[in-house]
């Protein structure tokens, strides 16, 4: 282990260029890489009102005489040119992959965040207090991991559908994605903030910090929070990945974002439908973006946990 | 009487069976392991109190007794006349609490490696909602750092200089009783001199009373006014300092000596002594040492020795004279 | 004549770091003959046990050795492949660890981790493997060899798990034995058992044995000769009685007189000021200067001299002299 030793006035700017893992990323082409792809996808989601050239929700600019036309050739009847071509109703590919990608990138950060905040939390308390509190929070956790998380998710998504009333079912559709899948990857969130707290606990600071006469709730939040939060930084990293492959699955399989709003998933499943028909490029633009974005995501994961772990440094 | 601390007829058993359901499978009885059995001292105000002993000699878990990180499983530790386990004024108990501070062992794990030192040294005053304005500072230059390092992360600091933060944190709320468990065997010996140092001019600036728990007969014998020498959880000797190392009672003080390595016993050829600790779960009957012991009597093997008074010693050992 | 069992010349190890290359030990010298333990002795940090390491082949990357050499028997093993630096190991090279538990696999009976070492290095049959693994056994002190062969790791104390080691690392014959830290894991009781094994085994076997420490007692009474590290360089090398009674460097004379027993019946310990430097950041010169109390513009400038087997025994500018007012009184 290597520490430089900073005089107190050099700023948190510096400080962070000059740690260690600021080292390491710029060490790593594979994470540069991937940390680039990673930007250049969020920024164009959000900037997506900026950048696309077409507003795919926008009914009114829709022509579907420019259906099925083929990337980059003018269409047979407008003559209009369209970069990564349309789909079957005249939406522009390009257009609809960056506003999708806002709708898989914030149902995968919300989801992961609600994860994390459920995963975190009850871990924390599990490994901390422990007894009977350990024991209804692990088992609870042991019996979803029975379950394939699709499959959790396809069930909280079916009982929410079944109790929203139908007007409404359109403009739910994304949250009660954002909570299925953030209930269905809780799991791991608490099983490794257990196992981190369960070490960190048994540490002299955290008796020292019980001597004081810390509670409970100011010792795990305080002090063993901060210090599981780095596994939890890689879970989070790599949750984000499958929660956005698992927003594309339950669209896919029609449970997910409407067509009305399509994410990269509901453009997959509208897109398969041409496969055969030599329309290829309203399946593969959508599909070769969601899997950029969960690789890179993928790969800053990896790095993230390679970096962390004090053991390979 | 001018003790600060009475324990008084300590004991602590751990439950160490294994989970239910293995137990009801494998027909295991529950199992306890007596960590520390019927112990008893007296600590008095602005002296050292030392506590020697092996693993599982229970010293570490007399220590968190002391300090309230653990609960006595029977008998009492009096703090100024006041028993925490019993005592139902909160006030009184936090009062009390507020004068006990401990130093750990290990320096690298006893400060949070996510704070800084101001805040780490500030705790036990910030948590009680004290005025730590320019605290954590001057306590650093009492213990010979500067300053200056408040803004620092432990990360920063080797690892005397982290023993010395802790030194200083456990000042921070004036306490007038300092649990030290192992401060200096983390350390190496040229910055052990240094922290030991440091520890004997702030008991005697401060007016402290250390109980000081450690296995280095040498540091003890440096530090200590007064030895209790444990084994597998039992008082078996007690003696001031300079009685003990020059008359040692009990077989067992005797073996420690004759063990520990000395700085000049060149080529020494010692009879190292027989056998090693016994499992604590199942201890030997009568006296615990017997199986090791040199001098043991059939008696031994049979009744436990009760604590004797001989001169200024207090020996549990049915030869000892 | 008779080459010296183990001897290490001008050995230089280096990690490159993004901070810069460190040198966890530069210029290290000596030699260990049968029969004999080197105490090698340092605070942490020193190069102790990454000179063990060196000599064994284990260097964890990226540290690697840049330059020097390290003769066992008289040939030269710090330019050999790793595979055959393995079959070394065992066989003419045994290793203690301070932490019994991490050097025995759990899954294996002692019986059967004796057996598989010593044919893998003799070539013996299967019932002459397992008697030499008892009476390897029997060698370090284990009660009923023969019944206890078979059981696992986990069924011994601690105190006999370092005699299952010891006898792991003796039992294909080697020559040299490295210790590294081999009794701090362990009770004083314990400790003294396994110090007294260690001097038999050395005596009876000619087995050369270094012995990487912190502690001075230990060193005081298992050693024939000790090596004084510091900041990965020897600072002082020589006989146990001349170094720890009459210490020619400064640090060392420090070092003994820090230790509680030598200040007794005194209100404070003697201290050296400061702490060791972070390799990262040695001062210029001696490494010792800037907590040296005899320290001069000459230390604080230039380098100390490397120290040779034979000629001078500390790396000093002004080594104490036997009579000067820095006594010792251990």
Known sequence: ?313 | MNAIIKVKNLTRVFDVSKPWLNRVIERLPKSYLTAVSEVDFEIQRNSVYALVGESGSGKSTIGKMVVGLLNASSGAVEVDGIDLSSEQDAEKVDAVRSNIQMIFQDPFASLNPRWKVRDIIAEPVAARGGDTKGLSERLLEQVGLSAADADKYPHEFSGGQRQRICIARSLASEPKIIVCDEPTSALDVSVQSQVLNLMSDLQEDLGLTYLFISHDLTVVQHMADKIGVLYLGRLVEEAPRDVLFSSPKHPYTQMLFDAAPRIDGFGREVEPPKGEIPDAINPPSGCAFHPRCPMATADCSKSRPEMRKIGDTRVACHLAE | MQHPILSVRNLVVEIPTRHGILRPVDQVSYDIHAGEILGVVGESGAGKSMTGNAVIGLLDRPARITSGEILLSGEPIHNKRPDELRRLRGKTMGMIFQDPLTSLNPLLTVGEQLTETIQEHLNVSNAEAQDRAVAALEEVGIPAARARINSYPHEFSGGMRQRVVIALALCAEPDLIIADEPTTALDVSVQAQIIALLKRLCRERGVAVMLVTHDMGVIAEAADRVAVMYAGRLAELGPVRDVLTTARHPYTSGLMASTPLASQGQKRLRQIPGSMPRLGNLPQGCAFSPRCEFAQDKCRANPTPHIQDGDGRAACWFPLSANSEQEVDA
């Open chain 1, 1 to 313: 282990m290597t520490t430089s030793s900073n005089s107190p006035n050099t700023s948190r700017l510096s400080r962070a260029w000059n740690s260690d893992l600021a080292w390491s990323f710029r060490q790593t082409p594979v994470a540069m890489v991937s940390a680039f792809v990673v930007s250049i996808l969020i920024l164009g989601a959000i900037l997506a009102p900026l950048l696309a050239p077409y507003n795919p929700f926008d009914p009114a600019t829709l022509n579907l005489m420019n259906g099925f036309t083929p990337p980059s050739q003018p269409n047979a009847f407008t003559g209009d040119v369209f970069v990564l071509g349309t789909d079957d109703q005249g939406r522009d590919v390009l257009s609809t992959i960056l506003y999708g990608m806002r709708i898989s990138l914030f149902v995968g950060f919300a989801a992961v965040f609600l994860a994390m905040l459920l995963g975190v939390t009850l871990g924390l308390m599990a490994g901390y207090i422990g007894g009977w509190v350990e024991t209804i929070i692990m088992r609870i956790a042991d019996i979803q991991l029975t379950f394939p998380s699709i499959l959790v998710a396809m069930l909280i998504f079916g009982i929410a559908k079944g109790v929203t009333p139908p007007e409404y079912r359109d403009q739910m559709a994304i949250w009660v994605l954002i909570l299925a899948i953030g209930l269905s990857d809780w799991v791991q969130f608490a099983r490794v903030v257990r196992g981190a707290t369960l070490v960190e606990k048994n540490k002299e600071y955290v008796q020292a910090a019980r001597l004081i006469g810390r509670s409970q709730f100011s010792i795990m939040l305080r002090h063993i929070l901060p210090n599981v939060l780095n596994p939890v930084l890689v879970i989070a990293t790599i949750s984000l990945a499958l929660a956005i492959i698992a927003e594309a699955t339950l669209s896919f399989l029609g449970v997910g974002a409407p067509p009305t709003k399509p994410s990269l998933g509901t453009l997959i499943r509208i897109g398969q439908e041409f496969m055969f028909s030599g329309e290829w490029w309203i399946l593969f633009f959508p599909a070769a973006t969601l899997l950029a974005l969960a690789l890179s995501i993928n790969l800053l994961g990896d790095w993230l946990r390679d970096a962390l772990n004090p053991r390979l440094r």
